[in-house]
């Protein structure tokens, strides 16, 4: 539940929590919940706490690219364990922390093809489909750790589960703290 704290006059941070399955309500509700906070409002950081198994790649790369283009400093919080998609939204931030002992993992997405009994051709369209959020996943991936793709490949096929400091040295984590890095005070 997205929780929002003002900090003074000049600077607003909001706080939102995105935990739990990824799914095509999630993007809905963070976009809406963003869009309804930024309109008319002075916002200078968000501040996205996040622990999730993973989910819907195509959702995690429309999050992705929503915050790579807001208008104001995003900081993502990872807590408990980032996998699968979950992965794609919290590099989507330069500002990436994680709290100690937040389990990472790099795995191949997982894809539900709708018509279990469809033509030859829309299986191959459902493969291309899934081949393309794939490469799509690996792609920002490497561009946000500074790995090679074949690295991210590997990783992602071999099921690669990581601590917070191996993440961090991945390239992954930015910063690893014990607490949430929050300040409860709300301005008068």
């Given at each position: 539940m997205p929780v929002d704290i003002k900090y003074n006059h000049m600077m607003q941070e909001?706080?939102?929590?995105?935990?739990?399955?990824?799914?095509?309500?999630?993007?809905?509700?963070?976009?809406?919940?963003?869009?309804?906070?930024?309109?008319?409002?002075?916002?200078?950081?968000?501040?996205?706490?996040?622990?999730?198994?993973?989910?819907?790649?195509?959702?995690?790369?429309?999050?992705?690219?929503?915050?790579?283009?807001?208008?104001?400093?995003?900081?993502?919080?990872?807590?408990?364990?980032?996998?699968?998609?979950?992965?794609?939204?919290?590099?989507?931030?330069s500002h990436r922390v994680a709290i100690q002992g937040c389990i990472f993992v790099l795995h191949e997405g997982t894809n539900t093809i709708q018509n279990k009994t469809g033509s030859l051709h829309q299986h191959e369209d459902n493969i291309l489909w899934m081949k393309d959020r794939t490469m799509r996943h690996v792609h920002i991936l490497s561009t946000e750790t500074g790995k090679a793709t074949d690295e991210i490949e590997k990783a992602m096929a071999e099921t690669m589960f990581l601590t917070t400091e191996e993440a961090r040295t991945f390239g992954l984590v930015k910063n690893i703290e014990e607490k949430l890095p929050v300040n409860m005070v709300k301005a008068a």
């Open positions: 909001i706080w939102y929590s995105l935990i739990g399955d990824i799914t095509t309500d999630t993007s809905k509700q963070l976009v809406s919940w963003i869009n309804e906070k930024a309109y008319g409002n002075p916002i200078k950081i968000l501040k996205i706490f996040l622990s999730s198994e993973g989910g819907d790649v195509e959702t995690a790369l429309t999050i992705y690219h929503y915050l790579k283009s807001l208008p104001f400093e995003v900081e993502i919080v990872a807590f408990n364990k980032i996998a699968s998609a979950a992965n794609i939204i919290f590099v989507s931030s």
